[in-house]
C-alpha cells in the first residue's frame, strides 16, 4: 500500500513508452522505406538513431511492467491476475513475463532492442541493403506493437484496486522456469533479425558471402539462445513435471524445437554461402522460414488452440489476430521471395564430393525433420476441422523423425573432413576406419545389452562413432593454431554425439519402481537401496509440504538423503510434486513422492536413469560451440574492419 | 560433374531437396494415419469401441466414490463418465496433481479386452480455467449433468 503514489504513475508511463516505441517504429518503416529511393538519403540518416531510441523505449515499457510487478500494484488488472504479495521476489519479477501480456511485451521488448542493436553496431552491408533490413524489422515490429496495445495491454487498470492478487501457476514458480521464457524468446525473436536481413537482400537483391559474413553471427547468437532455452525448458519439464521424461512431443516443445531446426540448417547454409556463394536463394528462404516458425509457435502457444500445460492465453479473439499477423508476415514474405528468388543471379555450383555437398544433406535432412515436426504439430488441428479428434505423440514422431536424423549424423562423421569445391573421398577414408570400427563394434555392443529397442540401439551405436569422428577435423592440425570457428564446430557436433548418448542411455536402461511403503521399508531400484525414513511436514513461504527423508545407498555405499515433496500451494490452490534428484557421474536417482494410502503406507516412484544427465550436457556443449564460432567470425570481422581503417588512414595521410 | 552445366545442376539440386521435402510429408501422412491416437469419451466406446492394441484417449469426468486403490497401494480403478456411459479404468502410477473425484480427465492407453481400460497417462485439469480441449465440444448444460451425475 506505501507504494501507491509512485505505482501508480509508473504503469502510465510504460503505457506511454510503448506508445512512443509503436510510433518509432512507424516512422522507422517510413523512413526506412523513402531512404531506399534515390532522393532519400536525407530521410536515411534517422533510421538507425531511430531503431535505437524504439528499442530504449520499449525496453523502458518493459522495466516499468516489472516495477508494477514488484511493487505488487493490484490496480494494474495484469498484477493482480497474476500476481500474489507474498510471493517471493523471484517469482514477483518472473510472474512479469509469466502470462500472455507480459510474455508479448517482453517478445516486443526483444524485438526493439535486437533491432536497435542491428542498427547501432551493424557496418558491414551495404546501406541500401541496411536501410531495408531495418525498415523489414520495424514492419514487423508494428504488428506485434498493434497487438499489444489493442488487444493485450499490460497496463490496463482495474476501476476498482484488488484487494488480493491470485497468484502465479504454482507449476511456474521455479527458479529455472523464471528464466527459461526470456532466453527462450531472445531466441524466437533473435530470429527476427535473419528474416529482415533475408528481406532487405530480396528487396535489394544483393546476396553475396558478405552477406552470409554479416548475417552468420546474429543468427548464431539466436541459435545459442534458442539452443540454451530448449535445454533449460527440458530439463525443467524433466524435475518439475515428475514424470521422469525429458521430451514430450508436446505442441509448445515442438515450438521451440521447429525455429531450432530452420535456424540450424540456417547457420550451416549460412557457411555455404560465406565460404563459396552458392545456396543463395536458399538461405534467404531459410531466413524466412526460421522466423516464421518463431511466429507460428507464438500463434500455437498464444491462441490456445493447442491443448498444452503452457497455453495460458484462451482468448480466440488474439488467436485470430495472430494468425493473421502470420498471414501477413509469413505470406508477405513467401510473396516477396518468390517474385525476387528468380532474379537473385545463381551461385556457384559444386561437385558431389565436397564440403558444401554435405552441408547441402544437412540441410534437406533438416527441413524433412522441420516437416516431420510441423505436420505432426499441426495435424491435431487439421484433423479436427475434419471432425476428428486425435492427438500425436511419440510412437509418431520418435521413430519418423529419426528417418532423417540418423542419415544425417551419419553425413556429419564425413562432412566436416571434406574439403570445399572439390575433394576426393579417397583422402579421407582412411581417417574414417576407426569411426567405422566403433560404429560397427558399439551396435553389437548395443545389440546385446539393449534387445529389441530399435532406437536405443541404432543411438548407442551411432553416439560413440560420432563422438570420435567430431574430433577427427582436429587430426594433422596443430591445436595453439586452429580457429575459433573449427573450435565451435567440433565442439558443437561432440555435444551432440554426447546428447545422442544421454537420450539412447535413458530409453535403454532406465530402471522404474512404484511401490507403496511405510516408513522404515526399503526398496531396491537398479543398483540402488532406498530406504523410507520418515514423513514430515514443512513450511514454505507460500506453501506447505510433507516431505519425504529418504536414505539412498549406491551398491552398498555411504548412503545419501533425499527429500522429494508433496507440496500445496494455496495461491491458487493446488498441488505439485517436487521430485529429489541424486546425481552421480553415471547417472541420476530420481524420486517423486506420491500420496498417503489408505493404510499408512505412501506412494513413492522412483527411477535409476545412466547417463541422463548426458542430454542438457550435450545441450550446454552445442551452445557453447555456438559461442565459440561466433566469437571467432566476429573477432574476425572486426580485426578486417579495424585493418581496412588503417589502410584508409595511410591512404589518406600518403595522398596529402 | 564439370561438364554439366550450372543451370542443369541447380534444377537438379531443387528436384533432388523438393522430393525429400515431398517425401518427408508423404511419410509424415502415412505415419500419422497409423500413429494418431484418437479421442473418445465413454459414449463413444461404447457405441463403438476402438480395437484393443490401439493407443487412444479417453475423456470425461471421474465418477464421485468410484475412485479405489488396489492392496498395493499404487494401482487405482475408477470409473469415467459422461453422462451417457460408464467406463472402469485402471491406472498404475502417481496421481497427476489435481486428479480427483468429479473432476475432468483425458486418460491415454488401450481398451483392455474385458472393456477395462488401461490408462498409461492421466492428463489432469491443469488449473481452474483448464478444461480438456475435447471437453470443450459438450455443450455446458452437457457437462453440467455430466457433474451433476457423477458428484
Not at chain 1, 556463394?277 to 531466413?287: K, P
Not at chain 1, 507460428?296 to 498464444?302: E, P, Q
Not at chain 1, 542419415?407 to 569445391?421: E, F, I, K, N, Q
Not at chain 1, 532406437?455 to 582436429?474: K, N, R, V
Amino acid at each position: 500500500m506505501q507504494d501507491c503514489g509512485s505505482g501508480q504513475v509508473i504503469a502510465e508511463f510504460g503505457l506511454a513508452a510503448l506508445w512512443l516505441a509503436a510510433a518509432l517504429a512507424v516512422l522507422q518503416l517510413i523512413a526506412g522505406g523513402v531512404a531506399l529511393s534515390r532522393r532519400g538519403d536525407a530521410l536515411g540518416a534517422v533510421v538507425r538513431p531511430v531503431a535505437i531510441v524504439q528499442g530504449v523505449l520499449a525496453l523502458a515499457a518493459f522495466a516499468a511492467l516489472v516495477a508494477v510487478f514488484i511493487s505488487t500494484d493490484l490496480s494494474v488488472k495484469l498484477v493482480a491476475a497474476n500476481s500474489h504479495s507474498a510471493k517471493p521476489l523471484l517469482y514477483k519479477i518472473a510472474g512479469a513475463w509469466g502470462n500472455h501480456e507480459g510474455s508479448m511485451l517482453l517478445w516486443v521488448t526483444i524485438m526493439g532492442l535486437a533491432g536497435g542493436f542491428v542498427a547501432a553496431v551493424e557496418r558491414r552491408l551495404p546501406e541500401r541493403t541496411m536501410m531495408a533490413t531495418l525498415a523489414g524489422q520495424a514492419f514487423v515490429s508494428i504488428g506485434f506493437y498493434v497487438f499489444l496495445l489493442f488487444a493485450s495491454n499490460p497496463f490496463t487498470r482495474l476501476a476498482e484496486p484488488a484487494a488480493e492478487g491470485q497468484g502465479l501457476n504454482p507449476l511456474l514458480q521455479d527458479p529455472g522456469l523464471a528464466f527459461h521464457p526470456p532466453t527462450l524468446y531472445v531466441g524466437y525473436v533473435g530470429l527476427s533479425i535473419a528474416f529482415s536481413f533475408a528481406i532487405g537482400a530480396l528487396i535489394t537483391r544483393e546476396v553475396s558471402p558478405a552477406f552470409a559474413r554479416a548475417m552468420r553471427p546474429w543468427v548464431l547468437g539466436a541459435w545459442i539462445f534458442l539452443t540454451l532455452g530448449i535445454t533449460a525448458g527440458s530439463y525443467w519439464a524433466y524435475y518439475e513435471l515428475g514424470w521422469g521424461g525429458w521430451w514430450f512431443w508436446d505442441p509448445v516443445e515442438n515450438a521451440s524445437l521447429m525455429p531450432w531446426l530452420a535456424a540450424t540448417a540456417l547457420l550451416h547454409s549460412c557457411g555455404v554461402l560465406a565460404a563459396r556463394n552458392a545456396l543463395r536463394a536458399w538461405t534467404l528462404m531459410l531466413g524466412v522460414v526460421a522466423f516464421s516458425m518463431s511466429m507460428i509457435g507464438t500463434f500455437l502457444v498464444r491462441s490456445g488452440i493447442l491443448t498444452s500445460v503452457h497455453a495460458f492465453a484462451v482468448d480466440p479473439r488474439r488467436g485470430t489476430f495472430i494468425l493473421v499477423l502470420l498471414a501477413i508476415y509469413i505470406g508477405g514474405a513467401l510473396m516477396l521471395f518468390a517474385l525476387r528468388a528468380g532474379s537473385i543471379s545463381e551461385g556457384e555450383r559444386f561437385a558431389v564430393t565436397s564440403r558444401e555437398s554435405g552441408l547441402v544433406f544437412n540441410n534437406v535432412m533438416l527441413s524433412g525433420t522441420l516437416g516431420i515436426v510441423l505436420i505432426g504439430t499441426l495435424y491435431p488441428l487439421l484433423a479436427e476441422a475434419m471432425g476428428m479428434k486425435v492427438s500425436v505423440g511419440p510412437p509418431y514422431f520418435n521413430p519418423f523423425t529419426a528417418l532423417f536424423v540418423v542419415p544425417m549424423l551419419l553425413v556429419l562423421m564425413v562432412g566436416p573432413l571434406l574439403r570445399w569445391r572439390l575433394d576426393n573421398f579417397g583422402r579421407v577414408r582412411s581417417g574414417l576406419i576407426i569411426p567405422a570400427l566403433i560404429l560397427v563394434l558399439s551396435i553389437g555392443i548395443a545389440i546385446v545389452m539393449a534387445p529389441g529397442k530399435m532406437l536405443s540401439i541404432i543411438g548407442l551405436a551411432l553416439a560413440p562413432a560420432l563422438a570420435f569422428a567430431s574430433l577427427l577435423p582436429l587430426r594433422g592440425r596443430r591445436l595453439s593454431r586452429v580457429k575459433l570457428p573449427l573450435w565451435g564446430m567440433v565442439l558443437a557436433h561432440f555435444g551432440v554425439a554426447v546428447s545422442l548418448f544421454g537420450m539412447a542411455c535413458d530409453s535403454a536402461f532406465t530402471v522404474e519402481k512404484l511401490v507403496a511403503v511405510r516408513p522404515g521399508e526399503a526398496v531396491r531400484v537398479g543398483p540402488w537401496q532406498v530406504t523410507m525414513k520418515s514423513i514430515t511436514p514443512i513450511a514454505g513461504p507460500n506453501w506447505t509440504a510433507l516431505e519425504g527423508d529418504l536414505q539412498a545407498s549406491y551398491n552398498g555405499t555411504a548412503p545419501s538423503l533425499l527429500r522429494p515433496q508433496s507440496r500445496s500451494f494455496w495461491t491458487p490452490p493446488q498441488q505439485t510434486n517436487e521430485s529429489a534428484l541424486l546425481t552421480r557421474w553415471n547417472g541420476q536417482l530420481y524420486t517423486v513422492l506420491g500420496d498417503e494410502a489408505a493404510d499408512g503406507r505412501w506412494q513413492l516412484r522412483l527411477w535409476w536413469k545412466p547417463f541422463v544427465t548426458m542430454i542438457w550436457l550435450g545441450g550446454v556443449l552445442i551452445a557453447l560451440g555456438g559461442l565459440l564460432a561466433m566469437l571467432g567470425h566476429v573477432a574476425s570481422d572486426v580485426r578486417r574492419v579495424i585493418a581496412r581503417s588503417k589502410i584508409a588512414f595511410r591512404r589518406e595521410r600518403q595522398g596529402r | 560433374m564439370s561438364a554439366m552445366k550450372a543451370k542443369h545442376q541447380r534444377l537438379i539440386l531443387v528436384l533432388i531437396s523438393m522430393a525429400a521435402l515431398i517425401g518427408a510429408g508423404l511419410l509424415a501422412i502415412w505415419g500419422l494415419r497409423g500413429n494418431a491416437s484418437y479421442f473418445y469419451v465413454p459414449a463413444d466406446i461404447a457405441a463403438n469401441p476402438p480395437a484393443a492394441d490401439r493407443a487412444v484417449r479417453l475423456g470425461g469426468m471421474v465418477e464421485a466414490g468410484s475412485l479405489k486403490t488396489a492392496p498395493d497401494g499404487v494401482t487405482i480403478h475408477f470409473v469415467v463418465g459422461d453422462g451417457k456411459a460408464r467406463v472402469p479404468v485402471i491406472y498404475r502410477n502417481i496421481v497427476p496433481d489435481l486428479f480427483k473425484e468429479g473432476s475432468g480427465v483425458v486418460a491415454e492407453g488401450k481398451l483392455g479386452h474385458d472393456g477395462t481400460f488401461v490408462a498409461d497417462n492421466l492428463l489432469a485439469k491443469h488449473d481452474e480455467k483448464y478444461v480438456p480441449r475435447e471437453m470443450k465440444d459438450m455443450t455446458e448444460d452437457q457437462a453440467c449433468k455430466t457433474v451433476e451425475a457423477v458428484k
